[in-house]
């Protein structure tokens, strides 16, 4: 394990239990801090998504101009490329799914003291 995963996790797990504790016991300071946290989220996931589609584009305008230029030769590397493709989409696909399960998950938290109190809308 990296140090990126030795600090990453932590500090999200801090960031989740910050944003829990927040929702729970001050529901009218988690309102307003709501919405840009979702706005924000929604910027990377968008960020992150674009920069991967870039990334994907381009490996495949190389593989192309590979494919024409010498079909049967620099097979390994050509393999790598498609190789690496896959693992971006890999990685897109598990963005996307971690970005809803964020987005779910503030949205419970938007409606945390409602549920507690049996009601079904946001305090006000």
């Known amino acids: 394990m990296g140090w ?29 801090i709501a919405k840009p946290i979702v706005i924000f989220t929604c910027l990377c996931f968008v960020v992150v998504f674009a920069w991967f589609l870039g990334i994907m584009h381009s490996n495949i305008r ?9 079909p049967k030769e620099e097979i390994i590397e050509i393999s790598s490329q498609i190789t690496g493709l896959n693992h971006s989409w890999t990685f897109l696909f598990w963005a996307f799914v971690i970005f809803v399960i964020v987005i779910g998950y503030l949205i419970f938290l938007y409606y945390l003291p409602n549920i507690l109190e049996g009601g079904g809308q946001p305090a006000e």
């Open 4 to 32: 990126i995963e030795k600090l990453g996790i932590p500090l999200i797990l801090a960031a989740v239990s910050g944003l829990t504790f927040i929702a729970y016991k001050y529901p009218k300071g988690y309102e307003r």
């Open 62 to 70: 190389w593989l192309q101009s590979e494919l024409e230029n010498s």
